[in-house]
């Protein structure tokens, strides 16, 4: 398949596939830069204003909501831009959202959050459009780097404004400065030449009516390993630190420095992902995956211990890091293919992280955190069995 690309579509240099890399890793980490600092700050934003943790996941909703939309209405009006254009007004917007919900965080959190969240939308899918085109162009390994600069950036942003709070920084200026980061690379990704492997879609007239609406063939197991390795990212980061606590009665520092931990790993696991899986495959390193998550998963759940499930949670991060940008790289054929199944696999992961945490909760309500553990880690067995295809010989990388 790769051998058929056109000399015109010759792979990069190994200079340029880098530093395309690291442009697209350095957008996605300014990203997680701020989403570590909210998540590390959220307790003192709603102290601050006097919120509810229900109140603030309506503006989450909203998020989400508002990153869906935009995918579906606003990324096809920008059929005749550019990918680097695409990502820096998608970060600029992305920003905007941003900086809003710090300065009056309140009265305007649905709106910023909706902000943000159109910009969010607009850029994960061009992000992982551009990782996927200069990968495939290039035949190196890209996604994996990618969504590593996007963890790297999540430790550095929750470090970063622990370290400001408890040194007596405002919240709101935490905030703010994590928020204007998105504007560096803003300013920098149209100006890189090495991000000229990833084309502009072809202009002309959209598709109409379902045809537009209708998902690409083919995209059924990318999908299903990107929604299940996104919402088993995001559950894990949210109620592993509850489920250390309260049930195994893990102090709060404990379960801190193990989900800071699950961080680290899941940075460490893109990295060897990229250096050692990439050259097996995407299937082939999607299955090391979830043959890993599911295990620990089922460790992490049924122990009775706090330092195991610590330590299992620890090597999790590890194995289920990897599985996610090689959902991304099964993504196959024309640019034009690729650019609409990134878009639906990424806005079917995102209806999953909205529908997760309310389901979690209610689980976790219903038959206990243990059970609701479980049943989390249970999800790696269809991510893993995506994988099935290739090893069956039915399928290529």
């Known amino acids: 398949m790769l051998g058929a690309i056109d000399e015109t579509t010759a792979a990069p240099s190994r200079r340029w596939s880098c530093g395309g890399t690291f442009m697209l890793s350095f957008a996605y980490g300014t990203v997680g830069v701020f989403w570590g600092a909210w998540a590390a700050a959220l307790n003192d934003v709603l102290r601050a204003d006097r919120l509810s943790p229900g109140q603030a996941s309506i503006g989450l909703a909203a998020f989400g909501l508002a990153a869906l939309a935009s995918m579906a209405f606003v990324r096809p009006r920008l059929r005749p831009v550019s990918r680097r254009g695409s990502i820096s007004l998608a970060l600029v917007v992305f920003a905007a959202g941003c900086l809003l919900l710090a300065a009056v965080p309140a009265p305007s959190l649905v709106v910023g959050f909706s902000v943000a969240g159109i910009g969010a939308g607009v850029g994960d899918v061009a992000i992982n459009t551009a990782g996927n085109e200069l990968e495939k162009r290039s035949r190196r390994p890209v996604l994996q780097w990618v969504h590593a600069g996007m963890s790297v950036g999540a430790v550095i942003g929750a470090l970063g404004a622990g370290v400001a709070l408890s040194a007596g920084i405002g919240v709101q200026a935490v905030l703010l400065t994590a928020g204007a980061l998105p504007m560096l690379p803003a300013c920098v990704v149209p100006l890189a030449a090495a991000l000229d492997a990833c084309p502009r879609q072809q202009a002309g007239p959209a598709r109409g009516g379902a045809r537009r609406l209708a998902p690409p063939s083919g995209l059924s ?177």
Do not use: K, N
């Open 221 to 397: 197991l990318a999908a299903v390993v990107i929604v299940c390795g996104v919402l088993l990212e995001g559950s894990l980061s949210t109620w592993s630190a509850l489920y250390l606590g309260r049930g195994l009665s893990a102090s709060v520092l404990f379960g801190g420095v193990s989900l800071a931990a699950f961080a680290l790993s899941m940075t460490a696991g893109r990295a060897f992902a990229a250096r050692i899986l990439f050259e097996f495959g995407c299937r082939t390193t999607i299955a090391v995956s979830g043959a890993g998550t599911l295990s620990l998963g089922m460790v992490l759940a049924l122990s009775s211990s706090r330092y195991v499930a610590g330590a299992a949670l620890l090597v999790l991060g590890f194995f289920l890091a990897a599985a996610v940008p090689a959902g991304y790289g099964m993504i196959d054929g024309t640019p034009e293919r690729r650019d609409a199944g990134v878009a639906w696999a990424t806005a079917a992961s995102y209806l999953a992280l909205m529908l997760g945490p309310p389901i979690m909760g209610w689980l976790t309500d219903t038959v206990g955190l243990h059970t609701t553990m479980l049943l989390l880690a249970l999800m790696a067995g269809p991510m893993t069995a995506a994988a099935l295809p290739a090893r069956l010989g039915a399928s290529t990388d």
